[in-house]
């Protein structure tokens, strides 16, 4: 991991892309606090099949039946 400040990061743009697209991670600061970290782009999941988790899964009955009122409680605080 390298760390850049903002000048740096806009001087230099196209090498830290370089550098990030062959797996680095680079954090640029501002004042020498992190502001934002460059990292290589995952490739976009494969589609979705719905119905993959059938038979997986179990819901209680319960599952949206009131809480009871000592919970409730201590969401209210």
Known sequence: MIRVNVHQAKTHLSKLLERV?????????????PVARLVP???????????TAAGKVWISPEFDAPLPDEILEEFER
Do not use: H, L
Not at 41 to 51: W, Y
């Open 21 to 33: 697209a062959a797996g680095e991670e680079v954090v640029i600061a501002r004042a020498g606090r």
């Open 41 to 51: 782009a995952r490739e976009r999941p494969q589609e979705r099949t719905p119905g």
